[in-house]
T-cell receptor, first 113, second 114 residues
Framework: QQQVKQSPQSLIVQKGGISIINCAYE??????FPWYQQFPGKGPALLIA?????SEKKEGRFTISFNKSAKQFSLHIMDSQPGDSATYFC????????????FGAGTRLFVKA | NAGVTQTPKFRVLKTGQSMTLLCAQD?????MYWYRQDPGMGLRLIHY???????AKGEVPDGYNVSRLKKQNFLLGLESAAPSQTSVYFC?????????????FGPGTRLTVL
């Protein structure tokens, strides 16, 4: 059963616009919330990550906003570029051992030039 | 460093055939994982390993077996392939000492079972 719900499934944004992808989790025993970016034909790669004691983290044009009380977190891509077109996965890692990570279903982003 | 490599890249099987997917990493990572990726389902964990000689079940282990005889290799086996196992398979590894436990993924194996 999926414990991390991601929306939307797909997203089309104009070049220079803001892309927003949302995720919600059910289990409170998560201690790490990464976002992965996947280009066609490639494996996912870590984009940015946040711990639950921080409400926001920014790296370049990418920002994670985290709302612990609502159990929600989101990825904002500012000034979206065609090169950002990819599939994005939010994820959550439980406290339990093995460093298992639970992934959302993914969002396919297309940035129109 | 090659990072995480997967063999083969593509494979077509007939129902009932068996095969082994090989994952190798040269980063001396302790943890390794096998996922399957299906449209609209994200990445689902099949099996994982926290060290040489140890394996554990993930979310969707049925129909698969794994072995980790060497730290750098993690094998995924399908004993009797079924069409429901048509998917893209990704291997990943993690260095347990990293602050964010970043997962490093291989390029994937696209498997079709007819």
């Amino acid at each position: 059963q999926q414990q991390v719900k991601q929306s939307p499934q797909s997203l089309i944004v104009q070049k220079g616009g803001i892309s927003i992808i949302n995720c919600a989790y059910e289990n409170t025993a998560f201690d790490y919330f990464p976002w992965y970016q996947q280009f066609p034909g490639k494996g996912p790669a870590l984009l940015i990550a946040i711990r639950p004691d921080v409400s926001e983290k920014k790296e370049g044009r990418f920002t994670i906003s985290f709302n612990k009380s609502a159990k929600q977190f989101s990825l904002h891509i500012m000034d979206s570029q065609p090169g950002d077109s990819a599939t994005y996965f939010c994820a959550a890692r439980p406290y339990t051992g093995g460093f298992k990570t639970i992934f959302g279903a993914g969002t396919r982003l297309f940035v129109k030039a | 460093n090659a990072g995480v490599t997967q063999t083969p890249k593509f494979r077509v099987l007939k129902t009932g055939q068996s095969m082994t997917l090989l994952c190798a990493q040269d980063m001396n990572h302790e943890y390794m994982y096998w996922y399957r990726q299906d449209p609209g389902m994200g990445l689902r964990l099949i099996h994982y390993s926290v060290g040489e000689g140890t394996t554990a079940k993930g979310e969707v282990p049925d129909g698969y077996n794994v072995s980790r005889l060497k730290k750098q290799n993690f094998l995924l086996g399908l004993e009797s392939a079924a069409p429901s196992q048509t998917s893209v398979y990704f291997c990943a590894s993690v260095w347990a000492g990293a602050a964010y436990n970043e997962q490093f993924f291989g390029p994937g194996t696209r498997l079709t079972v007819l």
